[in-house]
T-cell receptor, first 114, second 110 residues
Framework: DAMVIQNPRYQVTQFGKPVTLSCSQT?????MYWYQQKSSQAPKLLFH???????NEADTPDNFQSRRPNTSFCFLDIRSPGLGDAAMYLC?????????????FGAGTRLSVL | DAKTTQPNSMESNEEEPVHLPCNHS???????IHWYRQLPSQGPEYVIH???SNVNNRMASLAIAEDRKSSTLILHRATLRDAAVYYC???????????FGAGTTVTVRA
């Protein structure tokens, strides 16, 4: 059974039209992450939540926001998508306790911007 | 972020072992060494991790050099399903973050 679930698997939006991607987890993990992965590149961390504490990476554009209303759900909001935001968006979770912290990834949402 | 260096690609024959090297000369004493893999069109998948001692699990083995400046992921018998990009990543203790490098693309020949 999938433990980190991302919906939808494929999302098409228009240039400049806000879009929200969702992630849910059944692991009751403290930490939830959002990564962006462009074609043929490695995943790049955008931000993460430790419980309700939001941690933004220094180079994450302001166009990207996130919400975590409860332990199970986390959302990625792209306020005004540009063509350069077309990518795979990956959600991950971890316990966030001590070293050797294993991350569990969802299957990703592939975003296309027309 | 502490850096890792991996070969861009490696090829293997099915049923043969695969040894994937990783250099991490700037590793600090509390950094954990993680390996993840990413199959085509899927999210990354945890493979194994370690701190100082060699580690074994059902997927692979991790051999860590005594000075911890390098490590090797060992797939004991490669199958076609092991074709993926393998990432060697250092996790700073209590940082909870992974910084992915370019990884090694593993191709398995039937």
């Amino acid at each position: 059974d999938a433990m980190v679930i991302q919906n939808p698997r494929y999302q098409v939006t228009q240039f400049g039209k806000p879009v929200t991607l969702s992630c849910s987890q059944t692991l009751n993990h403290n930490v939830m992450y959002w990564y962006q992965q462009k074609s043929s590149q490695a995943p790049k961390l955008l931000f993460h939540y430790y419980d309700k504490d939001f941690n933004n990476e220094a180079d994450t554009p302001d166009n990207f926001q996130s919400r975590r209303p409860n332990t199970s759900f986390c959302f990625l909001d792209i306020r005004s998508p540009g063509l350069g935001d077309a990518a795979m968006y990956l959600c991950a979770t971890s316990r966030g306790q001590g070293g050797g912290n294993i991350q569990y990834f969802g299957a990703g949402t592939r975003l296309s911007v027309l | 972020d502490a850096k890792t260096t991996q070969p861009n690609s490696m090829e293997s024959n099915e049923e043969e072992p695969v040894h994937l090297p990783c250099n991490h000369s700037t590793i600090s004493g509390t950094d954990y060494i993680h390996w993840y893999r990413q199959l085509p069109s899927q999210g990354p998948e945890y493979v194994i991790h370690g701190l100082t001692s060699n580690v074994n699990n059902r997927m692979a083995s991790l051999a860590i050099a005594e000075d911890r400046k390098s490590s090797t992921l060992i797939l004991h018998r490669a199958t076609l399903r092991d074709a993926a990009v393998y990432y060697c990543i250092l996790e700073r203790s209590n940082d909870y973050k992974l910084s992915f490098g370019a990884g090694t693309t593993v191709t398995v020949r039937a």
